[in-house]
């Protein structure tokens, strides 16, 4: 019987980062089984191939001490007799904001009809990859890995089943770890069609800086001259129109020019892996930029310490390149080519999509088409920040935040369900708990600070999953630690305030607003309180999030924790109310304590209506929230949630809200967005850093389903649902996801029809008039 261990390569630096390893396991099938899979996991991913046809790809994003494996049908491609596995292993070994290091190495098991039939054990032999170069990359970004520079000249067909291996491979040895991985818990991304698109721009480039500079600084300064397609490309027409695919291009026509260089675009933002088709001659160099917009006239390759170029260097011949191991986001691929020494036909190039596999069962259509825009734009927004966890931005970091993962997780229940998905990003970041009861700023991670309030906001994300989803059973195996994590809140308490950690570890953070973000200006450095100070949004923050726990345990069956965080919430409500009320000025205060900015915000004003402080008529609060030049710090779009709910706890002020979303994400739409932008100014935000895909700024998707069709549960699961629609929209119907099945509505003056599954109330206000189920 095969031992199923973790295996990897022997010798010196085995563990050193950034390492490409190559794994092949020949085996034999008497009989085509009637089931076959693979079951592999990895630090940090993997690539597998049998016979030489593609598998799949994608480790999920787990902990080192609770690995995942995923499965993998192996049916298709394996046949009677002799079958090969390659496994082409990458372990990044470098913390980044979704991924903490292991031992490096890969566990697998191949089995027929239940049977195991290989394994990772030592009759799989291995070798360092010859054709990934690793100390010819540079970081992409502080959040992330490593970009690459793969040779094609230097691979051969190790992948294919009449290899013969040759001395550079050698036995695999077992590694350290004897721990069992467990199944994933979301599906495996679905990858679909290479998406290329339009060269929309060509011409010719002069190389700058030299060969030890990094290749992003070369090709941001490039120099580039553009000319016509039919003056680079062979056998085009002189017409203006963008080129397609396929193009050759002859040295003869670069004179005396270092190469030649092709800007394509995809038609949208899309997310996926980095792919190539094209004949060259050897050693023809492609350097490879992809990005999100042209603002610089060119794709932006290097933002800072921010790196989004990658090298290939081809063989001779006609080939076809995907690098699997990392996703790149974009719209825009620059392609810079240079050591022609012959003709070179680029075939096609563009991004190979990898989705996580949803069902789009949520569907809007109302009486305003600017409207159904921005809901088509919002569920796409979410789609691309959804892999193997919610991510902020597809582009820049693809990390999990507490803050606007629960965003994502608000617009996603309207747009998709996506409850197993929700619920194993949830469970990533309560994983990352430490002693103070603060979660690490993203999962999984180890990083030097937090941020408070995101731990407050995965709390009320709890609670929201409870509400859609109705499972109580993650619910109660996690009460116990969000027991803990109150008490220790609670137990910082001074003169009936919760006062903000002081120290490096915690970053003040708010809003990306004016005195909120807890940051120097001019660096966006994180600034840290050495002094005790009291911040109305953390303390109103934590009142919420006292009361989504209460309603958790509940529903649990845990009485005395909901009375304890019911109690501490309205004694902590009592107490803030009076302190941060400013009377000369109407209005809360952000900060109080030594050395406190005078500061007022409507993201306070928000969270002080939504945590019901005393002291404060709420409806002169609303009424001033909706004035444009109220004197308060404006929210921008990541924090827009907590403005549009709290002005909501009045209906009256639903045709604000809408009109609010129109004019602001209206914007976007009008220059161009096919996904929502991180803030409001675009790229050039953030030192030029800006994303232009970010899931928190998709937060209409929730307010169209919850209060423009109007619906939201009442208990858990959505079982009772509230039929409360705020905004005037003179028709709307749309196809809503339950955890028990479609619900349909459609809204019209004086009549609302719907319809849903067994078991599925609705509970609608008399004013609404006629509502019929049917």
């Not at 010196?12 to 085509?32: A, C, E, H, L, S």
């Not at 937060?699 to 389903?705: D, E, K, R």
Request: glycine share 8%; hydrophobic share 40%; net charge negative.
């Amino acid at each position: 019987m095969n031992r199923t261990r973790w295996i990897w390569m022997a010798g010196p630096q085995v563990d050193r980062p950034n390492r490409y390893v190559n794994f092949r396991r020949v085996f034999d099938v008497k009989d085509k089984p009637e089931l076959a899979e693979l079951r592999i996991s990895a630090d940090s991913n993997f690539v597998a191939w049998l016979n030489g046809k593609f598998l799949g790809t994608g480790q999920f994003t787990d902990f080192p001490d609770a690995r995942t494996f995923s499965r993998i049908d192996l049916k298709p491609h394996l046949h009677a007799g002799q079958n090969v596995l390659a496994l082409l292993v990458y372990h990044c070994g470098v913390d980044h904001f979704s991924y903490l290091p292991g031992e490096a190495g890969v566990w697998y098991e191949l089995l027929t009809d239940g049977r195991i039939v290989a394994a990772s054990d030592e009759q799989t032999i291995c070798r360092p990859s010859p054709a990934y170069r690793p100390e010819r990359t540079a970081r992409i970004t502080p959040q992330r890995g490593f970009t690459f520079h793969f040779q094609a000249n230097q691979e051969d067909d190790w992948r294919e089943i009449d290899y013969r291996a040759g001395a550079d491979w050698r036995p695999s040895v077992f590694g350290a770890s004897d721990a069992l991985p467990v199944a994933r818990p979301v599906p495996m991304l679905a990858l679909a069609s290479l998406r290329s698109g339009s060269i929309i721009a060509q011409g010719l480039l002069k190389r700058s800086g030299t060969e030890d500079q990094a290749l992003a600084e070369r090709m941001q300064h490039d120099y580039l001259s553009a000319r016509p397609s039919w003056e680079l490309f062979e056998d085009r027409p002189p017409i203006s129109s963008p080129a397609l695919f396929p193009v050759r291009i002859n040295p003869d026509r670069l004179r005396d020019a270092d190469g030649a260089y092709l800007v394509i675009d995809l038609g949208c933002e899309e997310c996926g892996f980095i792919s190539l088709e094209l004949s060259a001659d050897n050693g023809c160099t492609i350097d490879i930029a992809v990005g999100e917009h042209l603002d610089d006239l060119r794709v932006r390759s290097l933002v800072g310490d921010r790196h989004f170029a990658c090298r290939y260097v081809a063989r001779s011949g006609r080939q076809t390149f995907t690098h699997h191991i990392d996703r790149y986001a974009g719209r825009f691929i620059q392609l810079h080519l240079t050591g022609l020494t012959g003709p070179v036909e680029l075939i096609d190039a563009g991004l190979v999509p990898a989705d996580f596999p949803v069902d789009l069962t949520g569907q809007m259509n109302s009486s305003d088409s600017l409207h159904d825009r921005i809901w088509e734009i919002s569920r796409r927004t979410l789609h691309l920040c959804m892999h193997e966890h919610y991510e902020d931005c597809p582009w820049r970091e693809q990390a999990l935040y507490a803050n606007d993962s629960r965003n994502q997780m608000l617009g996603g229940y309207y747009a998709f369900g996506n409850y197993d998905f929700a619920r194993a990003s949830l469970d990533l970041l309560g994983r990352s708990v430490k002693p103070d009861g603060y979660l690490e700023l993203c999962a999984p991670m180890k990083y030097e600070m937090t941020i408070p309030g995101f731990t407050f906001c995965w709390l009320l994300g709890m609670n929201d999953y409870l509400m859609y989803s109705g499972d109580r059973d993650f619910i109660a195996k996690m009460m116990p630690q969000m027991k803990r994590m109150i008490q220790t809140f609670l137990s910082t308490r001074i003169d009936g305030l919760f006062p903000c950690p002081t120290g490096r570890r915690y970053w003040q953070f708010y809003d990306w607003a004016a005195g909120l973000d807890g940051t120097d200006p001019a660096t966006y450095r994180q600034l840290h309180l050495q002094r005790t100070r009291f911040d109305a949004p953390l303390n109103c923050l934590l009142i919420m999030a006292l009361g989504a726990v209460s309603n958790m345990a509940g529903y649990v069956g845990q009485a005395d924790v909901a009375d304890e965080c019911l109690h501490g919430a309205q004694s902590l409500r009592s107490a803030a109310g009076p302190a941060f009320w400013d009377d000369s000025h109407q209005a809360y205060r952000t900060y109080l304590g030594d050395q406190a900015p005078d500061h007022f915000a409507e993201l306070t004003q928000a969270l002080a209506l939504l945590a019901g402080l005393d002291g404060a008529p709420p409806r002169s609060l609303r009424q001033k929230l909706m004035e444009a030049d109220n004197g308060w710090v404006a929210v921008t779009l990541s924090q827009s949630l907590y403005k549009y709910e709290a002005l909501l706890m009045e209906a009256a002020n639903g045709r604000f809200v809408l009109d609010d979303i129109a004019r602001v994400w209206s914007a976007m739409v009008y220059g161009g967005a096919t996904t929502f932008w991180e803030t409001r100014a675009g790229g050039w935000d953030f030192h030029h850093a800006g994303s232009l895909c970010h899931g928190w700024s998709a937060i209409p998707a929730y307010f169209y389903g919850a209060y423009g069709l109007g619906i939201k549960p009442l208990e858990p699961g959505m079982k009772k649902l509230r039929l409360g629609p705020c905004f005037p929209f003179h028709e709307i119907k749309g196809t809503l996801p339950t955890p028990a099945g479609r619900v349909t509505l459609h809204l019209r003056p004086g009549q609302i029809r719907w319809d849903g599954p067994a078991g599925v109330e609705m509970a609608a206000d008399p004013s609404l008039g006629s509502v019929v189920r049917g």
